[in-house]
Each structure stands twice: as structure tokens, then as C-alpha cells.
């Protein structure tokens, strides 16, 4: 499966911002997608996974209540709304996809070229 993200930006603190990310090729429905984010000089981390199965959800302690993922099947893509921005939300946003849900990037197999958020304070 090809992933494609965009929706980055600059916006400022408690602004809001919409990721996408497009799949291509494969089964779309048999894939959990997730999104992990990378700030400079740290290690990428989880950020949200959205599962094919039972469409569960799960979320990073730092952005529950801010963040929110969601699949559009038909439209073989998968949205993170983003609210109430931070500056510390700042990095590169990728999105992945396996089979089974994951926190763990090492775990993905499929990966999306990143788009860059920018919160200014």
C-alpha cells in the first residue's frame, strides 16, 4: 500500500489543523493506520492509530482530548483532526500502516512521506 500525507502548516497556538492521508494499492480495509510525528533532534513517536477492525481507536496521552483520527473508507483515507495546537506539537507527521494496531513505529510496514506542523506560540 502507498501512503500519501498532507494537510501541514503553520497555525498558531490553540489553532486547529487537519492531516490527511490518502491510501493507494492494497486492502485498504485490512489496514490500521497511524499517525506518528518526529520534532527535530527526537525519536518519532505515536501519535494516533485508527484500526480496521471494529474501526477502534487509540491515542498518545499527549494529544487525547485535542486529537482526533478518523477513516473515510470509501475515500481510502484517514483524517487527524488536530485542536487546540501547541507549539511542543511541532514535527514532521508521518502515517503508517500494518495489519494489527501499534504504538510502536518499528512495527509498520507501509510508510507516507511526512508533512510538516508548525505551532507558533
Known amino acids: 500500500v502507498q501512503l500519501q500525507a498532507s494537510g501541514g502548516g503553520l497555525v498558531q497556538a490553540g489553532g486547529s489543523l487537519r492531516l490527511s492521508?490518502?491510501?493507494s494499492g492494497g486492502t485498504f480495509s485490512r489496514y490500521t493506520i497511524a499517525?506518528?510525528?518526529?520534532?527535530p533532534g527526537k525519536e518519532r513517536e505515536f501519535v494516533a492509530?485508527?484500526?480496521w477492525s471494529g474501526g477502534g481507536t487509540t491515542y498518545?496521552?499527549?494529544v487525547k482530548g485535542r486529537f482526533t483520527i478518523s477513516r473515510d473508507s470509501p475515500r481510502r483515507t484517514v483524517y487527524l483532526q488536530m485542536?487546540?495546537?501547541k507549539p511542543d506539537d511541532t514535527a514532521?507527521?508521518?502515517c503508517a500502516a500494518r495489519s494489527l494496531i501499534s504504538t510502536k513505529a518499528n512495527d509498520y510496514d507501509y510508510w507516507g512521506q511526512?508533512?510538516?506542523v508548525t505551532v507558533s506560540s
Open 83 to 85: 485542536n487546540s495546537l
Open 35 to 39: 499517525w506518528f510525528r518526529q520534532a
Open 49 to 51: 492509530a485508527a484500526s
Open 60 to 62: 498518545a496521552d499527549s
Open 21 to 23: 492521508c490518502a491510501a
Open 92 to 94: 514532521v507527521y508521518y
Open 114 to 116: 511526512g508533512t510538516q
